[in-house]
């Protein structure tokens, strides 16, 4: 039985590929981009351990009675967890052949393209759109499901092909959900440059603030 320190799961996600989405969220990166608003996965004894059964059983059960369109892995870097990103790789895949469904498999990882290639190829077989590089601030931009103009969203399938048709005419549309869930606020997606400050003084404005915040820990 294969286990992973998880950061978080979710569903729906909207705002991290098309359609309506399980997010999955990996726990420990050591690349620690500058100005990432997820500090709260960069340790890796954070987070909860979960099998990655458990984590299938999960997905199956919360996607039964709505549509499932996309299921997006990200962290945290899913890549320093490698045994355990192909263990559920291979059962998502295996779970949308035997059920006939139809869901992509996107991918984030803070590491270039070039080395995921030479490391991971067994795991790129897997995953339908990959969104690799680090992010870079200093580049920031507002393209679809991207931090940083540098990170491209590469379809590694004929299936990331199609969920990637049209993309341009939907590049400037952006936004992120918000989740309150065991006395936290879990913010989804990718926000602007400014948008987490203009958070935090909106907040303060109205006479409340935010702690342990995770794009200032």
């Known amino acids: 039985m294969t286990v992973f320190n998880l950061n978080k799961a979710h569903y729906p996600v909207t705002v991290l590929g098309r359609g309506r989405r399980i997010g999955i969220w990996f726990q420990g990166c050591s690349i620690h981009c500058t100005g ?3 500090q709260d996965t960069w340790d890796h004894h954070g987070g909860a351990r979960i099998a990655v059964d458990d984590l299938l059983e999960w997905c199956k ?9 996309g299921i997006t892995l990200s962290g945290g870097e899913p890549f320093e967890q490698p045994d355990a990103l192909l263990a559920l790789l291979e059962q998502l895949v295996l779970w949308r052949r035997q059920q006939s469904l139809d869901f992509d498999i996107l991918c984030y990882s803070g590491f270039p393209y070039r080395r995921l290639a030479e490391q991971f190829s067994q795991h790129l077989k897997l995953i ?7 992010y870079v601030g200093k580049l920031a931009s507002p393209l679809l499901w991207r931090g940083s103009p540098n990170q491209p969203l590469l379809d590694m399938t004929k299936r990331g092909t199609q969920a990637l048709v049209g993309l341009e005419s939907t590049a400037s549309t952006r936004g992120f959900q918000v989740d309150v869930r065991d006395g ?3 913010f989804i997606g990718i926000p602007d440059r400014g948008d987490m400050a203009r958070m935090e003084a909106l907040v303060h404005s109205r006479g409340m603030s935010l702690r342990g915040v995770s794009w200032n820990l």
């Open 36 to 38: 990432c608003v997820s």
């Open 61 to 69: 059960a919360v996607s039964a009675s709505d549509r499932l369109d």
């Open 128 to 134: 339908d759109i990959l969104c690799p590089e680090p």
């Open 184 to 186: 936290r606020i879990w």
